[in-house]
């Protein structure tokens, strides 16, 4: 799977089937709607039941365990935080769900550990840069991914993966508010094509991050 999680920040019910559709015909296959968009949970629920098979669908901006619980009634498989919550992490856990929360420091990115998360992302990414990135992945263990979130797009992918990035979280490079699915498409096409010259290949199912 490609580690690009498509953030549809102020999508709506009445076009995320079509975004959805554009994005996972284009090879990605991770797609968070951001809890601060309108009427997120119906979102959610379509992808899930439209494209939950092949791709991961999930929600971003996710504050609150009783957020996490709405999550999942809609079929998000996904959290995706913008901070390190512990009460976020654990819960999503324990709902067998996966953890994708934001930290920025050492301090956070050890307290997301330590509440069992294996996927973190850094945020904002753009004010950190490749070398906060390569510094923090210096000390974090192996196994645990770090996601570059935030100023990220096709022309720098490669700096980022040289800093040691698991993956990327991508939003208004690949869908702002207003554009329909034939542009969406045009730029996830291009990103991926972008993505796989740098990483290779990857691999087409709706697996797990890294």
Same mark, same amino acid.
């Given at each position: 799977?490609?580690?690009?999680?498509?953030?549809?920040?102020?999508?709506?019910?009445?076009?995320?089937e079509?975004?959805g559709?554009?994005l996972?015909?284009?090879?990605?296959?991770?797609?968070?709607?951001?809890?601060?968009?309108?009427?997120?949970?119906?979102?959610?629920?379509? *992808?899930? #039941?439209?494209? &939950?098979?092949r /791709?991961?669908?999930? +929600?971003g901006?996710?504050?609150?365990?009783?957020?996490?619980d709405?999550?999942?009634?809609?079929?998000g498989?996904?959290?995706?935080?913008p901070?390190?919550?512990r009460?976020v992490?654990?819960?999503?856990?324990?709902?067998?769900?996966?953890?994708?929360?934001?930290v920025?420091?050492?301090?956070?990115?050890?307290?997301?550990?330590?509440?069992?998360?294996k996927?973190?992302?850094?945020?904002?990414s753009?004010?950190?840069?490749?070398?906060?990135?390569?510094a923090?992945?210096?000390?974090?263990?192996?196994?645990v991914? *770090?996601? #570059?979130?935030g &100023?990220?797009? /096709?022309?720098?992918? +490669?700096?980022?993966?040289?800093a040691?990035?698991s993956?990327?979280?991508?939003?208004?490079?690949l869908?702002k508010?207003?554009?329909?699915a034939?542009?969406?498409?045009?730029?996830?096409?291009?990103?991926?094509?972008?993505?796989?010259?740098?990483f290779?290949?990857?691999?087409e199912?709706?697996?797990?991050?890294?």
């Amino acid at each position: 799977m490609r580690e690009i999680i498509a953030i549809l920040r102020g999508v709506t019910p009445e076009v995320v089937e079509p975004i959805g559709d554009a994005l996972v015909e284009a090879g990605i296959t991770i797609i968070e709607v951001p809890l601060n968009s309108p009427d997120p949970f119906v979102s959610i629920e379509k *992808l899930s #039941a439209r494209q &939950g098979e092949r /791709a991961l669908i999930g +929600a971003g901006t996710v504050l609150s365990s009783q957020e996490v619980d709405q999550v999942a009634l809609a079929g998000g498989r996904l959290i995706v935080s913008p901070n390190c919550n512990r009460e976020v992490i654990e819960r999503a856990l324990q709902l067998g769900l996966q953890s994708m929360p934001g930290v920025f420091t050492a301090t956070e990115c050890f307290t997301a550990i330590g509440a069992g998360a294996k996927s973190l992302k850094l945020f904002p990414s753009e004010i950190a840069g490749p070398k906060g990135l390569k510094a923090l992945k210096a000390v974090l263990p192996p196994d645990v991914g *770090l996601h #570059a979130v935030g &100023g990220v797009s /096709a022309t720098n992918l +490669a700096e980022w993966k040289q800093a040691g990035a698991s993956g990327f979280g991508i939003g208004s490079a690949l869908y702002k508010p207003g554009d329909n699915a034939v542009t969406v498409a045009m730029r996830a096409r291009g990103l991926v094509s972008t993505y796989d010259e740098v990483f290779g290949p990857a691999t087409e199912n709706g697996g797990e991050t890294a």
